[in-house]
């Protein structure tokens, strides 16, 4: 079993920057970012698999860098440019097999309990 806690969030003025952390209790090889506006679907933001393969979503390219520290077990999401429309729960989330990374939520067996951003 993986825990997952995140911190970083915060309210932020658009076109400002922010970073988010997930610390995890073990490894996973998959490890992805998501986010979930109220009455939105959950979507992802970005993913890193085995050997640092990343995904990301058109909607972040270019904005957001996903990040990991195996020897700490972190994940990092760095946003840059927010927008109003990326306020959201922000949620990370572990699969501990080596397939590789999605971005498609079901993929996950571990969740953390969200961090709130806001950019207004």
């Known amino acids: 079993h993986v825990q997952l806690v995140e911190s970083g969030g915060d309210s932020v003025q658009a076109g400002g920057s922010l970073g988010l952390s997930c610390a995890a209790s073990g490894y996973s090889y998959s490890m992805g970012w998501f986010r979930q506006a109220p009455e939105n679907e959950r979507e992802g933001v970005a993913c890193?698999?085995?050997?640092?393969?990343?995904t990301y979503a058109d909607s972040v390219k270019g904005r957001f860098t996903i990040s990991g520290d195996n020897a700490k077990s972190i994940l990092y999401l760095e946003m840059n440019t927010l927008k109003p429309e990326d306020t959201a729960t922000y949620y990370c989330?572990?699969?501990?097999?080596?397939?590789?990374?999605?971005?498609?939520?079901?993929?996950?067996?571990?969740w953390g309990q969200g961090t709130q951003v806001t950019v207004s």
């Open positions: 989330a572990a699969n501990p097999s080596r397939w590789p990374c999605s971005l498609w939520a079901p993929f996950y067996d571990y």
């Open positions: 890193i698999g085995q050997g640092g393969t990343t």
